[in-house]
C-alpha cells in the first residue's frame, strides 16, 4: 500500500467519525428534566414600524403589521430568542410536525424551528402567489414559487442554521428558519418565557440567539427528573 492510499483512508475515517460525532441520537428518556426561564429586554422597549402594504391588499392589509424583528411584551419579556441545548448527542426524539404558514401575508411563525433532516411543511393559507426564498449558507437555498392552489410544499434541511427567510412577491415578508441540531430548541413567547423539556441529566450549555440582538450562552446543570432556571437578558 503506497502512502496516498494510506493517507486516503486516514482522511475517510476521520471525516466518518466527525460526521458521527456530530449527529444527534433520538431516544427515549426517562425521568426527564426541565430548563426554564425568562429572557428580556433590558432598556426602553424599542417602537414598532408599522409596514407598508401595497400588494394584493384585499388579501395582505387585512390588519395591520409591525416589523418583528425586537418585539417587547408589557413586563419587558422579549419574543422569538431561540433558546437551545448546544452539543447535546443523545436524548428525546424529534417533534413529529414542523409547520410554517404564510397566512395574510405573513410568516406564521416569525421564527420556525425544524430539525435537521426533519421534514418543514410550508402552507399558503393565502390563495394567493407567494415565492419561499431563503438564505442559507450551509443548506441548499431554497427559492419556490408556490402559487395559489399549492397549498403545501415542503423543504428539509441538512446543517444546523439559522437561516434568513424572504418571499420575494411581498417584500415585507420577513422571517427566520431554524435548522435545528437536536430537539432541545425553542422559541420565548410575547412574554419571554420558554420550557425545553425531557432533558437527561447532565450539565449542558445553554445558548439564546436573537435575530438582531446576538447570542448569549450559560452553563446549566440538571439532575435526573430536576428543574433548571436560566434567564437571560438583551439590550440593543
Ligand atoms: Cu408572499
Not at 466518518?16 to 444527534?24: D, G, K, N
Not at 409596514?51 to 419579556?77: N, P, Q
Request: aromatic share 10%; net charge positive.
Amino acid at each position: 500500500m503506497n502512502i496516498k492510499n494510506i493517507i486516503k483512508i486516514v482522511l475517510t475515517l476521520l471525516v466518518f467519525s466527525l460526521t458521527a460525532f456530530a449527529q444527534y441520537t433520538p431516544g427515549t428518556v426517562s425521568n426527564g428534566g426541565t430548563i426554564a426561564g425568562t429572557i428580556s429586554f433590558d432598556g426602553t422597549a424599542p417602537v414598532l414600524k408599522a409596514l407598508k402594504i401595497e400588494k394584493d391588499v384585499k388579501v395582505c392589509a387585512v390588519h395591520e403589521k409591525y416589523k418583528e424583528d425586537v418585539v417587547v411584551g408589557e413586563s419587558g419579556g422579549l419574543k422569538n430568542v431561540v433558546v437551545y441545548i448546544d452539543g447535546i448527542k443523545s436524548g428525546k426524539e424529534w417533534e413529529t410536525k414542523y409547520t410554517l404558514d404564510q397566512n395574510g401575508c405573513w410568516f406564521e411563525p416569525h421564527v420556525v424551528i425544524v430539525g435537521v433532516g426533519q421534514k418543514l411543511s410550508i402552507l399558503n393559507s393565502d390563495g394567493i402567489l407567494h415565492n419561499i426564498h431563503t438564505f442559507s449558507k450551509l443548506n441548499k437555498p431554497l427559492n419556490k414559487a408556490q402559487p395559489k392552489f399549492k397549498k403545501r410544499i415542503s423543504a428539509k434541511f441538512t446543517k444546523a442554521e439559522f437561516i434568513k427567510l424572504r418571499c420575494d412577491v411581498h417584500a415585507w415578508m420577513s422571517g427566520w428558519i431554524v435548522a435545528a441540531a437536536n430537539p432541545y430548541y425553542v422559541t420565548t413567547d410575547e412574554a419571554g418565557n420558554y420550557t425545553l423539556t425531557g432533558v437527561p441529566a447532565g450539565t449542558y450549555t445553554l445558548k439564546f440567539w436573537h435575530e438582531t440582538l446576538g447570542e448569549q450562552s450559560t452553563e446549566v446543570t440538571i439532575g435526573a427528573g430536576g428543574s433548571a432556571k436560566a434567564d437571560a437578558k438583551f439590550s440593543s
